[in-house]
């Protein structure tokens, strides 16, 4: 995919290679601290990798016969993944109106939106310390691998503050109980803790078993219908949010298995099992 395609930006890079895009934050002189310019940022590439995904396009291959993208790793330059939200844009807040503060958190929480919805299988690797909004990154990823120093924290609370636009995806993510004890403590957490807890997926211990680790995730990952994998994140956003009786969910699930079943893919998927052949997103996947 070629860099003239990529949109220009300054604190945090796109790379996308086959269909693996890496977004990486380098805003290193603050520990990647999230100001307004790299949300913004980071919202544009979350916008434009989510436009060219096979979840989003529904095609393995582009007009332009490149491949859509499929898995989306998130990573940061420096010794840290993410501070949370760069301090000085937050005090700024004090002398802003309470629309203007709307506004600001509406962006934050576009960000956060962004990376939880996203169509492709979303990785976070996390070196450091992952602090407010960097806690609120990793809990919107699909699968976080950390080193054995990363720390982690819902720090908001030691600031006076409310750790609430990231609320609703770390809730998702550690449960009821979770969240709120680590949302009132604000305290940081090793990687063990947060590996027991479901912060973390998986705790490498160097760099290079972290590359090892994220290559591996990315090979189970293109393994699967990459359909089928954008329809498990919105078949759990669907359960998260269901408001209807049981029989409804339960007429609902059939519905969508036997969309899902009787799909191209899902079709292709069952004839290659059948035949004893791979299926044709693994053939795609090794002619790149």
């Not at 934050?25 to 913004?40: G, K, P, V």
């Not at 990231?166 to 004890?181: D, K, Q």
Request: proline share 3%.
């Amino acid at each position: 995919m070629t860099e003239e395609k990529i949109p220009n930006t300054e604190l945090c890079r796109l790379e996308v290679k086959g269909a693996v895009a890496n977004i990486t934050l380098q805003r290193t002189e603050t520990f990647n601290a999230l100001n307004d310019q790299i949300i913004s940022e980071l919202i544009e590439l979350l916008e434009w990798t989510s436009g060219r995904s096979v979840g989003s396009t529904g095609e393995l291959i582009s007009k332009g016969g490149e491949p859509n993208i499929r898995v989306l790793v998130i990573r940061s330059d420096g010794k840290h993944f993410c501070a949370g939200a760069d301090i000085n844009m937050m005090r700024d807040g004090g002398s802003k109106t309470p629309e203007e503060n709307r506004r600001d958190s509406e962006r934050l929480d576009r960000l956060f939106h962004g990376l939880w919805s996203h169509p492709c299988f979303t990785i976070a690797k996390v070196q450091g310390v992952a602090l407010g909004g960097g806690a609120g990154i990793v809990a919107c990823s699909d699968h976080v691998i950390a080193e054995p120093r990363s720390k982690i924290a819902l720090s908001e609370a030691k600031l006076g503050i409310s750790a609430a636009v990231i609320g609703p995806y770390v809730h998702r993510r550690l449960g009821s109980a979770g969240f709120r004890r680590l949302a009132m403590l604000a305290s940081r957490i090793d990687a063990e803790e947060a590996l027991r807890v479901g912060f973390v997926d998986e705790v490498a211990e160097s760099a290079d078993a972290m590359e090892g680790a994220i290559s591996k995730v990315i090979s189970e990952a293109m393994s699967s219908g990459p359909l089928a994998v954008t329809s498990a994140k919105r078949m759990v956003a669907e359960l998260d949010m269901w408001q209807g009786d049981d029989d409804s969910l339960r007429s609902w699930t059939l519905d969508l298995t036997s969309k899902m079943r009787g799909s191209r893919e899902g079709q292709e998927g069952l004839s290659s099992f059948l035949e004893g052949r791979d299926p044709d997103w693994l053939d795609r996947e090794k002619d790149e």
